[in-house]
DNA sequence: CGTAGGACCTCCCGTCACGGGAGGTTCAAG
DNA sequence: CTTGAACCTCCCGTGACGGGAGGTCCTACG
């Protein structure tokens, strides 16, 4: 007839007493006794189901699933294919996100870090309404890790363009014109290649970019824009 | 003078007025002017602000991070290098967790899933107090992503001597010795690869073994660190 | 047998980045 | 002038606890 007391309970499994008030709380692991003066006694099934708990946490799982999978309505395997298929989106998501930080990192100046930051910014969300619920849409079906592959190879097209910008190369050299044949390719991507919406989007831009920018109060971009558009005039 | 209300700036900015209020209220993003009536005007360099805001979050930064990183104090490439380590811990974290789900799922039955986690979870806190310490000590320094890894290794172990177990495959046969032999190897990980703390806790297991079983109230194993004990004898 | 100090109890506020609603005021189009 | 959309402030809720206040209880020691 062994019971255990919250604090030992707490350090054989490692978690706090806090965390198990908590899970009382919830009513996830109770003790299914208590002494007279209403101090907890957990009883070896109330510890089993804590050991139950803990390994399933350690895999990610909610309380709330845990509680489910636990409630044996609900079988496990299905639950972990869901767990399994969230933490593979995830580290898609987060990796892709890394490397477009690692490619901020790698080859921008300090300086140049948060204007190029906030050019995408901008660039991003200038369209009109109607192109940008197209683009969001085209986001959501593209996945979020997809997008974010995108936005890197466009830090890297920045980056060498502005890079021939600094370095006075002419427009119409042929490393630029390559490079300008690759922006389009890439704004194709973004605009789901409708050739169409493509020069809309740049009549849009080319019309509104200085009421854009007397709009929003600073120059909505630094001459990048005009440079691609003199190297794709010497294709 | 352009001014944008509070709704105008969300639709542009793809974020909601409940966010820009969210801003406001912790200072990050403000309204630089109001109406007669206390209406938001956003002045050009408010807009300018929030799409800096808005591009940093989108690297993954907290608000807090955001607020430093504009502050201009520090400057953007070590707050950058710092997000890109957490970013690449996460990755690695998660996709050693992914990579445990996954051979859970591969090879184990419905049944024997959550039995597996709980032996393992019990396995795991069965030690002294000060071995525990030592353990997590070690755990740590070893990092969380190492300690998944042993951890998916020994599902896989598991999963190979249940599966002799239920072909009835002699414990001396040599590909058991084997997995014995691989069993310890990974112990000697677990424990630090001391022969003194690694005979303490088979010690431990063996003296205490029908206690703890008691204790907790079910057999806290099914035979196969019996299964196991005789395939090392057959050394 | 008394006491000291640890262990335990409940209640409550805080985290982070907002979501959502109540209840009231103001703006803009018809 | 009306009406409905937009705006305002204030407040509760999320998940999984951390941490503290203020009080009670247990237990080992003298």
Same mark, same amino acid.
């Given at each position: 007839?062994?019971? !255990?007391?919250?604090?030992?309970? *707490?350090? @054989?499994?490692?978690?706090?007493?806090?965390?198990?008030? /908590?899970?009382?709380?919830?009513?996830? +692991?109770?003790?299914? $006794?208590?002494?007279?003066?209403? /101090?907890?006694?957990?009883?070896?099934?109330?510890?089993?189901?804590?050991?139950?708990?803990?390994?399933?946490? &350690?895999?990610?799982?909610?309380? #709330?699933?845990?509680?489910?999978?636990?409630?044996?309505? %609900?079988?496990?395997?299905?639950?972990?294919?869901? &767990?399994? @298929?969230?933490?593979?989106?995830?580290?898609? &998501?987060?990796?892709?996100?890394?490397?477009?930080? *690692?490619?901020?990192?790698?080859? /921008?100046?300090?300086?140049?870090?948060?204007?190029?930051?906030?050019?995408?910014?901008?660039?991003?969300?200038?369209?009109?309404?109607?192109?940008?619920?197209?683009?969001?849409?085209?986001?959501?079906?593209?996945?979020?890790? @997809?997008?974010?592959?995108?936005?890197?190879? !466009?830090? $890297?097209?920045?980056?060498?363009?502005?890079? /021939?910008?600094?370095?006075?190369?002419?427009?119409?050299?042929?490393? +630029?014109?390559?490079?300008?044949?690759? !922006?389009? #390719?890439?704004? *194709?991507?973004?605009?789901?290649?409708?050739?169409?919406? =493509?020069?809309?989007? =740049?009549?849009?831009?080319?019309?509104?970019?200085?009421?854009?920018?007397?709009?929003?109060?600073?120059?909505? %971009?630094?001459?990048?824009?005009?440079?691609?558009? &003199?190297?794709?005039?010497?294709?």
């Amino acid at each position: 007839m062994t019971r !255990w007391s919250i604090g030992d309970l *707490a350090k @054989a499994s490692g978690l706090t007493v806090r965390t198990l008030y /908590h899970y009382d709380e919830i009513g996830l +692991v109770s003790a299914s $006794e208590r002494t007279a003066s209403g /101090h907890r006694r957990y009883t070896p099934d109330d510890v089993r189901r804590l050991y139950q708990v803990r390994s399933l946490r &350690q895999l990610g799982l909610s309380l #709330e699933e845990v509680r489910s999978a636990l409630s044996r309505s %609900d079988s496990l395997r299905p639950i972990f294919e869901a &767990q399994l @298929a969230a933490l593979t989106t995830q580290v898609q &998501q987060v990796d892709a996100l890394r490397s477009r930080i *690692a490619s901020l990192l790698d080859g /921008h100046t300090t300086e140049s870090l948060l204007s190029t930051l906030e050019m995408m910014s901008v660039y991003e969300s200038y369209f009109t309404a109607d192109q940008l619920n197209d683009l969001r849409s085209r986001a959501a079906s593209m996945g979020p890790e @997809a997008v974010e592959a995108l936005k890197a190879s !466009w830090l $890297e097209l920045v980056k060498e363009i502005r890079q /021939h910008m600094a370095d006075g190369t002419p427009p119409t050299d042929p490393r +630029v014109v390559e490079l300008s044949r690759q !922006w389009d #390719e890439l704004g *194709a991507k973004f605009t789901g290649g409708d050739p169409g919406i =493509q020069a809309a989007a =740049q009549r849009s831009w080319n019309e509104n970019k200085p009421a854009i920018s007397s709009q929003i109060g600073w120059p909505a %971009d630094d001459g990048l824009v005009d440079y691609i558009g &003199q190297a794709r005039a010497a294709r």
